[in-house]
């Protein structure tokens, strides 16, 4: 099993986070432990680490909005590890910047097994090529992507989803990959979600869903990145 050398615990419960401190550093991994949000945000920044484990009931700030901040600095992975299992409550989280979400309780294997999950990912992504679709480029690695060189300001899951349809341009990507992958929700079915983040997409990329360029939606077969002028 590939080590994790640096893991930050953002937990207000001091049994929660000595329980994860001792079965993760027995793994072998690196692990420091924070109680409220300010410090983490603080920590992330000084040091940063491989992955980042983040409480939502936090008592300074709201998980949520510290997530906003951190991302506004930082694109290292996050877990969010939380008591709430609110479906609406994942979403918003996912959607806010947070690369996986798991609920309360849980033990240290499951969470090592999303660290190693979430990882992977962030690591092919920083392997892969720059993207030209047409007057679109998308380049994984630096998280730009601009339109006739202009860059655009996308928000981390709009970025995700662009970079996602860009790598397959051409192929109908089905809304279940979608979020699967990219919401990293193999067994929801919120279409909504897909739906409203592809206007949001449209939109900063100067198109609708009446006259669509780069984008096609495929009644009940997903969605479509191509280049308008091929």
Do not use: C
């Not at 709201?62 to 969010?80: D, E, F, K, N």
């Amino acid at each position: 099993m590939e080590i994790v050398t640096s893991i930050l615990i953002v937990e207000d419960d001091a049994r929660i986070r000595d329980a994860l401190q001792r079965a993760l550093t027995r793994r072998g991994h690196e692990v420091r432990i924070v109680e409220t949000g300010l410090a983490g945000l603080q920590a992330a920044v000084d040091d940063p680490p491989e992955v980042v484990v983040l409480d939502l009931g936090l008592p300074d700030v709201g998980g949520r909005q510290l997530l906003v901040m951190l991302r506004a600095v930082s694109q290292v992975p996050v877990i969010v590890a939380t008591a709430r299992d609110d479906e609406l409550e994942m979403v918003q989280t996912l959607d806010a910047g947070a690369d996986d979400y798991i609920v309360k309780p849980y033990s240290a294997n499951q969470l090592e097994a999303r660290m190693r999950a979430v990882l992977r990912r962030s690591r092919v992504e920083s392997e892969e090529p720059v993207r030209v679709v047409g007057a679109l480029t998308v380049d994984p690695t630096t998280r730009v992507a601009t339109m006739d060189g202009r860059e655009l300001d996308l928000t981390k899951r709009e970025f995700d989803l662009l970079s996602y349809l860009a790598a397959r341009a051409g192929r109908v990507v089905s809304k279940r990959q979608l979020m699967a992958d990219v919401w990293n929700q193999p067994y929801g079915g919120a279409d909504k979600t897909i739906d409203v983040h592809v206007s949001w997409l449209r939109r900063k990329l100067g198109e609708t869903a009446a006259e669509p360029r780069f984008i096609t939606t495929l009644r009940g077969a997903g969605v479509k990145l191509a280049d308008p002028d091929a």
